[in-house]
């Protein structure tokens, strides 16, 4: 059974770009949750996809976006990017949507100059 | 206010210790309690996993809530060195989405 996989593990961009993170679940999970994390922080809700839905977001704008595939992998995109965007990037994938623990790939950090 | 407050810390103890490391929540409503530990530059390692209140043992680790006060706690016995890590109380803030309120995280160090 593999783990959550979280790709790519460092990216930089430059204020304005736009950047793509991806994230395969769990084996047999069909629940992706993303959060954000600030250095010294605890993370922070995004959003939540179940079955290719979105399924719940925090307080993120919507150039926070993202997609689900039917093998129940997931990006998210951010447009416009600014500097308070770096941050460790997480993805989390549970069995279904009513189970409550949530498994954390290793994350990607990401760096606006 | 926030919905879930943790000590950050630093927490410096000497190997063998007992650690409490504790987040108080402000929601009467929120039901499911998680610890995950985070080594640095990793991800969040799921620890712990309570619903009600009382305790639950895991080996050297013991959860332990008390929703009258709205005060979750984590007890490490016998801390070793790999035990240094941030560890994290989480709390499932929503019964329609898998929505988890991460406190900041405290910052534990032991010793040997």
């Known amino acids: 059974e593999t783990g959550v996989t979280q790709s790519p593990t460092h990216l930089i961009k430059t204020r304005g770009q736009q950047v793509t993170l991806r994230c395969s679940s769990q084996?047999?999970?069909?629940?992706v949750s993303w959060y954000q994390q600030a250095l010294g922080q605890g993370p922070q809700f995004i959003f939540q996809?179940?079955?290719?839905?979105?399924?719940g977001r925090g307080n993120f704008p919507p150039r926070f976006s993202g997609l689900q595939f039917p093998n129940y992998s997931s990006e998210l995109n951010v447009n416009a990017l600014e500097l308070d965007d770096s941050a460790l990037y997480l993805c989390?994938?549970?069995?279904?949507?009513?189970?409550?623990?949530?498994?954390f790939g290793p994350g990607t950090r990401l760096t606006v100059l | 206010q926030k919905e879930v407050e943790q000590d950050p810390g630093p927490l410096s103890v000497p190997e063998g210790a007992i650690v409490s490391l504790n987040c108080t929540y402000s929601?009467?409503?929120?039901?499911?309690f998680m610890w995950y530990r985070q080594y640095s530059r990793k991800g969040p390692e799921l620890l712990m996993y309570?619903?009600?209140?009382g305790n639950k043992e895991d080996g050297r680790f013991t959860a332990q809530v008390d929703k009258s006060s709205k005060y979750i706690s984590l007890f490490i016995r016998d801390s070793q060195p790999s035990d240094s890590a941030t560890y994290l109380c989480?709390?499932?803030?929503?019964?329609?989405?898998?929505?988890?309120?991460f406190g900041q995280g405290t910052t534990l160090q032991v010793k040997p």
């Open positions: 989480a709390i499932h803030g929503s019964s329609n989405t898998g929505k988890l309120i």
């Open positions: 084996s047999g999970h069909n629940t």
């Open positions: 309570t619903y009600s209140s």
């Open positions: 929601n009467s409503a929120f039901q499911y």
């Open positions: 996809y179940y079955r290719e839905e979105e399924n």
């Open positions: 989390a994938s549970s069995l279904t949507l009513n189970t409550n623990e949530q498994f």
